[in-house]
């Protein structure tokens, strides 16, 4: 009999092995699991600021083209190479335009006024305070006189770095920290002179 009881200890310690390293092997998969779902909810909140600043942006482009006589007015950014000033987060005070006809420019400044509060995130409140889509979202738009061409710029502050944005895109340039943090979404207008 105490072969037998020997040989029973000796099987219990060894299934009991087994267990651990199964318990180990299936806690690596659930750590796993965990932090391939924090990545995807990283992925979606890129992929909503995204959505969210094209939107933005073609919201602007459809209020130059309605406002085609006092599309200079848009036009804020003058340094383009710093891409300032800017509307939205953290902008200073709303250029103010007087060109064209008194209704024409009276439109542009309050297009201007209200695509800055969007930006700022006044489409969406948390109380009292505006928390918007985007963080740290920010507008530009410039005019390049010589192509005729006007660049609707929308900038904010990504949740992981990737590479910095190229071709010229100086929306919110050195505002964000990290410049693999921050992205761009544009889009070239061109308004036809008909005469």
């Given at each position: 009999?105490?072969?037998?009881?020997?040989?029973?200890?000796?099987?219990?310690?060894?299934?009991?092995?087994?267990?651990?390293v199964?318990?180990?092997?299936?806690?690596?998969?659930?750590?796993?699991?965990?932090?391939?779902?924090?990545?995807?909810?990283?992925?979606?909140?890129?992929?909503?600021?995204?959505?969210?600043?094209?939107?933005?942006?073609?919201?602007?482009?459809?209020?130059?083209?309605?406002?085609?006589?006092?599309?200079?007015?848009?036009?804020?950014?003058?340094?383009?190479?710093?891409?300032?000033?800017?509307?939205?987060?953290?902008?200073?005070?709303?250029?103010?335009?007087?060109?064209?006809?008194?209704?024409?420019?009276?439109?542009?400044?309050?297009d201007?006024?209200?695509?800055?509060?969007?930006?700022?995130?006044?489409?969406?409140?948390?109380?009292?305070?505006?928390?918007?889509?985007?963080?740290?979202?920010?507008?530009?738009?410039?005019?390049?006189?010589?192509?005729?061409?006007?660049?609707?710029?929308?900038a904010?502050?990504?949740?992981?770095?990737?590479?910095?944005?190229?071709?010229?895109?100086?929306?919110?340039?050195?505002?964000?920290?990290?410049?693999?943090?921050?992205?761009?979404?544009?889009?070239?207008?061109?308004?036809?002179?008909?005469?």
């Amino acid at each position: 009999m105490r072969r037998s009881s020997r040989h029973r200890f000796r099987q219990g310690g060894f299934g009991l092995i087994e267990t651990f390293v199964t318990l180990i092997v299936l806690l690596v998969g659930l750590l796993g699991l965990v932090g391939l779902l924090l990545a995807t909810q990283r992925a979606e909140a890129e992929t909503y600021q995204r959505a969210q600043a094209l939107i933005l942006m073609q919201d602007m482009v459809d209020r130059i083209n309605a406002n085609r006589t006092a599309a200079g007015c848009y036009a804020i950014t003058t340094d383009t190479t710093n891409g300032v000033p800017y509307l939205g987060s953290g902008a200073g005070t709303i250029p103010s335009c007087s060109l064209g006809t008194t209704q024409a420019y009276t439109l542009a400044n309050s297009d201007l006024a209200a695509w800055s509060g969007l930006l700022a995130g006044a489409a969406e409140t948390k109380g009292a305070n505006s928390v918007g889509a985007m963080i740290g979202a920010r507008g530009c738009v410039s005019f390049n006189a010589v192509s005729g061409v006007y660049m609707v710029s929308v900038a904010w502050q990504g949740k992981t770095p990737t590479t910095a944005p190229a071709g010229g895109l100086t929306c919110g340039a050195g505002l964000y920290g990290n410049e693999n943090e921050r992205r761009v979404v544009s889009a070239t207008l061109q308004i036809a002179n008909l005469n």
